[in-house]
């Protein structure tokens, strides 16, 4: 598959991670045109969240041979690998005994509402609305305390 970010790409890549033990929620720009935050628009990514303690089962399909890692994009709280010239971003979303949250290099907690894994649109499982405008109205915050480190 290469070079069209739309919706049947948005779909090959979710399934193709699931096929891999990789469960994953479409985010981002993607997330709040499906759920109706933001109108269609073009796509430059695929940002997703996936929930789990760590990334060991990302990482395992990171390194298989069919799959081209940006290791520029490795961090505690992402991962990133392209396709067909577009990329697609993970960020772990873990859980404590407050909710889910994903840790910005240890410097910056962003916590998910409790509804973040709650929504199906056309089949695909989507990041709510309220996990999107979340993001986007905590992003000034988030960077600001990335900042002060």
Do not use: C
């Not at 070079?3 to 985010?27: C, P, Q, S, T």
């Not at 303690?53 to 399909?61: I, N, S, T």
């Amino acid at each position: 598959m290469v070079g069209r970010n739309d919706l049947e790409f948005v779909r090959y890549v979710v399934g193709w991670l699931e096929g891999a033990g990789v469960r994953a929620w479409v985010f981002g720009g993607w997330a709040a045109e499906l759920v109706g935050v933001s109108a269609p628009r073009a796509h430059r990514d695929v940002d997703l969240l996936y929930p789990g303690a760590d990334f060991a089962v990302v990482d395992e399909f990171l390194g298989r041979d069919d799959v081209q890692e940006i290791a520029a994009k490795r961090f505690p709280h992402k991962r990133a690998f392209e396709v067909g010239g577009v990329m697609v971003e993970l960020f772990l979303v873990q859980t404590d005994e407050v909710g889910s949250f994903t840790d910005f290099w240890g410097a910056a907690r962003h916590d998910w509402p409790a509804d973040a894994f709650e929504t199906e649109v056309d089949g695909l499982r989507v990041a709510s609305a309220m996990a999107v405008n979340g993001y986007r109205a905590g992003w000034d915050e988030l960077q600001a305390k990335l900042q002060r480190g």
